[in-house]
């Protein structure tokens, strides 16, 4: 059994699909929590024997709605003649680029850092930490006498070289991570075996996700795009999901979602990856009062809520939607038609600028708004069966997708994977490997780690190079050896039991 779960703005979303391919969905008010939602899946089916991948929005409402809120205490180590205060507290300790310890850190130093500063969280980073990360773990040593572990976040999870904006994802990771560890823990009571789906639509195991909580950024329109494309088969579409909150549209094409890499979040370049979406800041519950609102403050009065929305408009202009008299009763005809023609104007003219012929309506909402937005721009549309729950139906058909962090230092004979010291393939990176050699020990690493973590051997067969950089070491005009950074993801897709 696969269970697929999307934890959106206003309602979670469930997918079961059994070991012969039937489908079921369901949908839980937010209200519930995931403890409530969790016990009634549980009373389905077994967790403990199923695939469980939970799709969480709670990264990207933090990073959105309580940025300021959440005080991270940066603390840097990027080594002499760097200036790098715009980026936090620079303190003392240094790896250099063949990843030795050239100066370590001052306890002293880091203590009073934390005693003179309010914080909520702490983001420790290391120019080099990718190569070593012993001086962020020094470090961390001493952090833990201030704050919890839950509240911390290290540079050399994050992997890439690129210090600024490693930095800067540390300390969005920071932002998140004692959300995501509490939304684990209430998780890991039901399983110890579940995955999270990331925003450019893999999925990983819960302990990775824990070190780089940044990756699961902005996960719903991934999960949205891959549920389409299992839903209808159709490999190049516009895709429109009308969500409680938001209206996203995204471009499907040769069956997946455009990815961005490096994305910014509040004003910060990260090394964040999601797919590219456009967000319409208008859904089903979005507040109507006199005109209709970016934002929500409850249910629709249909569903016994306190205020009119969107979706109670549609019952004012002949929809049917719940207790539809309660919308009409307290709604003018005129001005309905008037908000509901506004929306479909605004998706319409978006839609209309997106090269694809075809809509894939998604969403509870799509049955009711798809027809008059495809018939303004022009487009053909599809609402295939279960659109309502699309976003977890593509939550439990994604594949394992790890990246991996490759370090080589062949004439030291070091292989460092994730920030780690690799000590079995000491034996295969001496002498002077061609760079085909070194990529190819990447991708089996990545392979292996997939397996490992439950991922079928057919789900690891396309591995993508992100990155590749390599130079020779040349001493007394002989070569002595290769360094190499490689960066590998397994490509992002529908897993092997749902194709």
């Known amino acids: 059994m696969i269970v697929g779960i999307d934890v959106g703005g206003t309602n979670t979303d469930v997918a079961y699909i059994d070991e012969d391919g039937n489908l079921q969905t369901f949908k839980y008010p937010n209200e519930y929590g995931i403890t409530r939602i969790l016990s009634d899946?549980?009373?389905?089916?077994?967790?403990?024997?199923?695939?469980?991948?939970?799709?969480?929005?709670?990264?990207?409402?933090?990073?959105?709605?309580?940025?300021?809120?959440?005080?991270?205490?940066?603390?840097?180590?990027?080594?002499?003649?760097?200036?790098?205060?715009?980026?936090?507290?620079?303190?003392?300790?240094?790896?250099?680029h063949r990843g030795d310890v050239v100066e370590d850190i001052d306890p002293a130093e880091v203590e009073m850092a934390l005693k003179s500063r309010e914080f909520d969280a702490v983001a420790i980073s290391g120019k080099f930490s990718v190569r070593n990360p012993e001086l962020e773990h020094r470090a961390?040593?001493?952090?833990?006498?201030?704050?919890?572990?839950?509240?911390?976040?290290?540079?050399?999870?994050?992997?890439?070289?690129?210090?600024?904006?490693?930095?800067?994802?540390?300390?969005?990771?920071?932002?998140?991570?004692?959300?995501?560890?509490?939304?684990?823990?209430?998780?890991?009571?039901f399983t110890e075996d579940f995955f999270y789906y990331k925003g450019d639509g893999g999925i990983i195991p819960w302990r990775v996700a824990m070190r780089n909580p940044s990756e699961l950024y902005n996960s719903s329109p991934a999960s949205v795009a891959y549920g389409a494309r299992y839903l209808t088969g159709e490999g190049n579409a516009i895709i429109v999901d009308i969500g409680g909150t938001t209206t996203d549209i995204l471009l499907l094409r040769n069956g997946a979602p455009e990815v961005e890499e490096k994305v910014r979040i509040q004003g910060m370049k990260t090394h964040v990856?999601?797919?590219?979406?456009?967000?319409?800041?208008?859904?089903?519950?979005?507040?109507?009062?006199?005109?209709?609102k970016p934002y929500r403050l409850d249910k629709p009065l249909a569903f016994g809520g306190k205020y009119a929305t969107l979706t109670d408009l549609l019952n004012v202009v002949g929809e049917e939607i719940g207790d539809h008299r309660r919308s009409r009763d307290a709604l003018n005809e005129s001005a309905a038609e008037r908000e509901v023609e506004a929306y479909t104007d605004r998706v319409a003219e978006v839609v209309s600028g997106v090269d694809s012929d075809l809509i894939i309506g998604t969403g509870y909402l799509a049955r009711y708004l798809i027809p008059k937005i495809a018939e303004k721009s022009g487009k053909r549309y599809v609402i295939p069966m279960h659109?309502?729950?699309?976003?977890?139906?593509?939550?439990?058909?994604?594949?394992?997708?790890?990246?991996?962090?490759?370090?080589?230092?062949?004439?030291?004979?070091?292989?460092?994977?994730?920030?780690e010291l690799d000590s079995e393939q000491i034996e295969r990176i001496s002498g002077h490997p061609d760079d085909e050699e070194l990529i190819s020990m990447a991708v089996e690493r990545a392979r292996e780690l997939a397996v490992e973590y439950g991922a079928h051997e057919r789900d690891v067969r396309d591995v993508d190079v992100v990155y590749f950089n390599s130079f020779s070491i040349v001493r007394g005009g002989i070569k002595r050896g290769k360094i190499a950074d490689v960066v590998v993801q397994i490509r992002p897709g529908l897993c092997c039991d749902a194709v």
């Open 387 to 419: 659109h309502e729950s699309a976003n977890a139906v593509g939550v439990a058909v994604s594949r394992v997708s790890l990246t991996l962090y490759a370090r080589f230092d062949t004439e030291r004979r070091v292989a460092i994977f994730n920030g």
């Open 41 to 96: 899946v549980g009373e389905r089916v077994d967790l403990r024997r199923s695939r469980l991948v939970i799709s969480t929005s709670l990264p990207l409402n933090i990073l959105t709605s309580q940025f300021d809120r959440v005080k991270v205490l940066s603390l840097v180590f990027p080594g002499p003649g760097l200036n790098y205060e715009n980026y936090g507290v620079v303190l003392k300790g240094y790896v250099n």
């Open 140 to 189: 961390l040593e001493v952090v833990r006498r201030y704050v919890g572990e839950e509240s911390v976040a290290l540079s050399h999870h994050v992997g890439h070289i690129n210090f600024p904006l490693r930095i800067n994802t540390t300390i969005i990771n920071a932002k998140i991570s004692r959300e995501v560890w509490d939304l684990t823990n209430s998780i890991r009571r």
């Open 273 to 292: 990856r999601c797919v590219r979406s456009v967000s319409i800041p208008f859904g089903g519950d979005s507040l109507y009062s006199g005109e209709l």
